[in-house]
């Protein structure tokens, strides 16, 4: 199993700035993609930014430029600074581990989420 702990939400201004923690502890595979994914009222979940086990970072088109992905290795932590926020960036914000393990295939685990709202 694999916890996550989420933090940095809440409500903040057009153009202004958060940013997102996120902690992993417990069975963290050496090959894993981590990152943070959102869902939006009546939208599916989509990918906003994440580390690939190749070594990548994938960003949501939406976000490139004005979001950044970074991470404490040692610590198990990604981070999602987010700047110059628009009011369609509101939404629940949630981290996201995928543990590759050999014979196992891909499993998913996922934060409790943190609201983050941008008002216009």
């Known amino acids: 199993q694999v916890q996550l702990v989420e933090s940095g939400g809440g409500l903040v201004q057009a153009e202004g700035s958060l940013r997102l923690s996120c902690a992993a502890s417990g069975s963290i595979s050496s090959f894993n993609d981590m990152g943070w994914y959102r869902q939006a009222p009546g939208k599916q979940r989509e990918l906003v930014a994440a580390?690939?086990?190749?070594?990548?970072?994938n960003y949501a088109d939406s976000v490139k430029v004005r979001f950044t992905l970074s991470r404490d290795s040692a610590k198990n932590t990604v981070f999602l600074q987010m700047n110059s926020l628009k009011p369609e960036d509101t939404a629940v914000y949630y981290c996201?581990?995928?543990?590759?393990?050999?014979?196992?295939?891909?499993?998913?685990?996922w934060g409790q989420g943190t609201q983050v709202t941008v008002s216009s």
């Open positions: 996201n581990i995928r543990n590759y393990v050999l014979g196992k295939g891909p499993v998913d685990y």
């Open positions: 580390f690939t086990h190749a070594g990548s970072i």
